[in-house]
């Protein structure tokens, strides 16, 4: 059993920037990939990055360059680094891990960002 939770969403203007944190239970963090999706109101959830054991990371095309994702093994946890944020980017963020052949989602944490 694998249990996800996020944080670090919160209220950001437009421009701004947010950290957010996924913090990992279990023993398989280092084995794992690690993924960030996205879900706006009335839109199905999107994939945002994914970063691999080893650290090679992938983004959707919208999010290179504005977005980072990071891991620290030590800690069990995979960070977004989110900057010069858009009003379109408000949705609520999770986490993500599969594991033999399960997948594991966070509760989610809401980025709000005003115009």
């Known amino acids: 059993q694998v249990q996800l939770v996020e944080s670090g969403g919160g209220l950001v203007q437009a421009g701004g920037s947010l950290r957010l944190s996924c913090a990992a239970s279990?023993?398989?963090?280092?084995?794992?990939?690690m993924a960030w999706y996205r879900q706006a109101p009335g839109k199905q959830r999107e994939w945002v990055a994914t970063?691999?054991?080893?650290?090679?990371?992938g983004y959707a095309d919208s999010r290179k360059g504005r977005f980072t994702i990071s891991r620290d093994n030590g800690k069990n946890t995979v960070y977004l680094e989110m900057n010069s944020l858009k009003p379109e980017d408000t949705a609520v963020y999770y986490c993500?891990?599969?594991?033999?052949?399960?997948?594991?989602w966070g509760q989610g944490t809401q980025v709000t960002v005003s115009s």
């Open positions: 993500e891990v599969s594991y033999l052949g399960d997948d594991y």
């Open positions: 279990g023993n398989i963090f280092s084995l794992v990939s």
């Open positions: 970063i691999t054991n080893d650290g090679s990371r």
